[in-house]
């Protein structure tokens, strides 16, 4: 069974202040690692995916990076509006599923 | 283009009741799928669509739980005997095809009293 653990639970950083989050996961076959951002009340939105080991995305002050057992989310001069719960998934070849992290909670203070 | 709808936004009903949850997907997602999230934790899997058919129903938790998809767009998730249990967010999500990104609707609130 895939399994993925986020960490820390929970993040309090000062606007400006640049931190990491980590994603550790199990897959039997990965077919892609997804990061998506999810507002209170809202759905998750679709951040990034990531495929093999090595791999590097960004997106603003985001940067996803990829090794074979952990994913981390780079936050580079957090802002206020950034935020919100980033939340790692994995997909296996097995299946089209996504099997998700219980998500880690950023609050960014100005 | 629009997103994935869905609706309800909310809903209360009480043990016992039936309830139907609807999902517009993305227009021209040939793949759907339905996830469930309790408070605190990550969405969890409970069927995928590819067409009409359902093609992977292995998260669904117990035969009170079956989701429709009859014309290859919208879907209805529908549960029987509700139990207070089942209160949570039932997210919704579609992808070009299987194995492409998928992206979530807003999801509905369920609340089983």
């Known amino acids: 069974e895939d399994q993925v653990t986020q960490s820390p639970e929970a993040l309090r950083l000062q606007e400006g202040e640049s931190s990491s989050l980590n994603c550790s996961y199990t897959v039997s076959g990965l077919r892609g690692l997804f990061w998506y951002r999810q507002d209170p009340g809202k759905g998750p939105e679709f951040l990034f995916t990531l495929y093999s080991a090595g791999e590097e995305k960004e997106k603003e002050r985001l940067k996803a990076t990829l090794t074979k057992k952990e994913s981390f989310l780079h936050i580079t001069a957090p802002k206020p509006e950034d935020s919100a719960t980033y939340l790692c998934a994995v997909q296996g070849r097995r299946d089209y599923k996504l099997s998700f992290g219980a998500g880690t909670t950023v609050t960014v203070r100005a | 283009g629009a997103g994935v709808s869905q609706t309800p936004s909310n809903k209360v009903t009480e043990k016992g009741k039936y309830v139907e949850l609807r999902c517009d997907p993305i227009?021209?997602?040939?793949?759907l799928y339905w996830y469930r999230q309790s408070l605190g934790q990550g969405p969890e899997f409970l069927i995928y669509?590819?067409?009409?058919?359902?093609?992977?129903d292995s998260g669904l938790p117990n035969d009170r739980f079956f989701a429709v998809r009859p014309e290859g767009s919208v879907s209805t998730l529908k549960i029987q005997r509700t139990e207070r249990g089942d209160s949570a967010v039932y997210l919704c999500?579609?992808?070009?095809?299987?194995?492409?990104?998928?992206?979530f609707g807003p999801g509905t609130r369920l609340l089983v009293l």
């Open positions: 669509f590819q067409g009409t058919g359902a093609a992977d």
């Open positions: 227009s021209g997602h040939t793949a």
């Open positions: 999500a579609s992808s070009l095809t299987a194995g492409e990104t998928q992206y």
